[in-house]
T-cell receptor
Framework: ETGVTQTPRHLVMGMTNKKSLKCEQH?????MYWYKQSAKKPLELMFV???????ENNSVPSRFSPECPNSSHLFLHLHTLQPEDSALYLC??????????????FGPGTRLTVT | GQNIDQPTEMTATEGAIVQINCTYQ??????LFWYQQHAGEAPTFLSY??LDGLEEKGRFSSFLSRSKGYSYLLLKELQMKDSASYLC??????????WGAGTKLIIKP
């Protein structure tokens, strides 16, 4: 248990569906992150929120839409995805984004399959 | 561009020692992290190096040479539960983490 939870753990969706991934952290952190993890590839940072404000958007297609209503919750809204979007989506949190020694705490991920 | 290199896969024997190397080329340097990730689970933090030298934490140690852009993770007295992927990540000048693809470590009895 890292203090970061994600739901659902597994999701299968068609290319025309709309779904949302949810992340919640119980650590009192101010920064939250979405990552994409594909087999044998480095973690890809998608979005960063610090104190509920989006500070990074790493050229992510608009079919992925993040939402951060407060510092404890982060959503990733999905629509009209492509099969190549199938991957493990990891949420992480840290005290903030600029502390040198701050490690990130990860949730268990959502395994997404787009059919 | 920014790049982190680590071996794709390594195999070692239970009770032995293994060293996982990581080399990096990044825009600036604000620390290097090692994470462990068991299959189907979240990455978990193992170690952090920002100054040159060796950091020891029980059976695990991590070494950094900033001038060489090089780090290694040393695992001693290997146990079967150490079978996992080990991820190297460097924090660049913008405090963004740049990740390697991970090294899958297989422990054999």
């Amino acid at each position: 248990e890292t203090g970061v939870t994600q739901t659902p753990r597994h999701l299968v969706m068609g290319m025309t569906n709309k779904k949302s991934l949810k992340c919640e952290q119980h650590l009192g952190h101010n920064a939250m992150y979405w990552y994409k993890q594909s087999a044998k590839k480095p973690l890809e940072l998608m979005f960063v929120y610090n104190f509920k404000e989006q500070t990074e958007n790493n050229s992510v297609p608009s079919r992925f839409s993040p939402e951060c209503p407060n510092s404890s919750h982060l959503f990733l809204h999905l629509h009209t995805l492509q099969p190549e979007d199938s991957a493990l989506y990891l949420c992480a949190s840290s005290p903030d984004t600029s502390g040198e020694a701050y490690e990130q705490y990860f949730g268990p991920g959502t395994r997404l399959t787009v059919t | 561009g920014q790049n982190i290199d680590q071996p794709t896969e390594m195999t070692a024997t239970e009770g032995a020692i293994v060293q996982i190397n990581c080399t990096y080329q990044t825009s600036g340097f604000n620390g290097l992290f090692w994470y462990q990730q068991h299959a189907g689970e979240a990455p978990t933090f193992l170690s952090y190096n920002v100054l040159d030298g060796l950091e020891e934490k029980g059976r695990f140690s991590s070494f950094l040479s900033r001038s060489k852009g090089y780090s290694y993770l040393l695992l001693k007295e290997l146990q079967m539960k150490d079978s996992a992927s080990y991820l190297c990540a460097v924090r660049d000048s913008n405090y963004q983490l740049i990740w390697g693809a991970g090294t899958k470590l297989i422990i054999k009895p």
